[in-house]
């Protein structure tokens, strides 16, 4: 059984993220995290679609700029 909730540090290595970007975005909000206590969890399922989510924003600003200079 996989793990659904991981540490910081866990997620960190998942992401290719430092802890310290992590820790910077999670207090702003920037992306899905719980606090249980003092402590971050980050839920894979909601990471992973976090992360789609940039993808997707990522690639439809290149093709903005890709339109606008043909």
């Not at 992401?15 to 992590?22: A, H, I, N, R």
């Not at 975005?25 to 992360?51: A, H, N, Q, Y």
């Amino acid at each position: 059984m996989e793990k659904r909730y991981l540490t910081i540090d866990e997620t960190a290595l998942y992401t290719g993220f430092s802890v310290k970007t992590l820790y910077k975005w999670s207090r702003r909000g920037m992306m899905p995290c719980s606090k249980v206590g003092r402590i971050l969890r980050f839920d894979v399922i909601e990471i992973d679609k976090w992360i789609k989510s940039l993808s997707r924003t990522a690639c439809n600003v290149e093709l903005l700029q890709t339109n606008q200079t043909i």
